[in-house]
Nanobody, 121 residues
């Protein structure tokens, strides 16, 4: 059973940067595609960035030009580089990945535990 372990959240001033990481629990679990979502109290989870196996990326309009999603070469970790942060970016950020392991019949979907990002004005 794979797990996704998130890290990198915290408190930052407006205009600052943070880098979130989401790593598979073992190197044999490979990320086929992944997304970063965020959620604030009382609101639905919002997809902010997505990356495919081929490296194609898409972004929500609200973060376009400020956030960058990427993976490491080994396909074990997905990152979210967040620049020019704004107070409205404050949320719990979750990674979601389609994970594959050799001999599995198909990739399986997993979620990270969430990490709090707080941007102060």
């Amino acid at each position: 059973q794979a797990q996704l372990v998130e890290s990198g959240g915290g408190l930052v001033q407006a205009g600052g940067s943070l880098r979130l990481s989401c790593a598979t629990s073992e190197s044999s679990f490979k990320i086929m595609a992944a997304g970063w979502h965020r959620q604030t109290p009382g609101n639905e989870r919002e997809l902010v960035a997505h990356i495919t196996l081929s490296g194609t990326t898409t972004y929500a309009d609200s973060v376009k030009g400020r956030f960058v999603i990427s993976t490491d070469n080994a396909k074990n970790t997905v990152f979210l580089q967040m620049n020019s942060l704004k107070p409205v970016d404050t949320a719990v950020y979750y990674c979601n990945a389609s994970v594959y392991r050799y001999l599995w019949s198909r990739p399986l979907d997993y979620w990270g535990q969430g990490t709090q990002v707080t941007v102060s004005s």
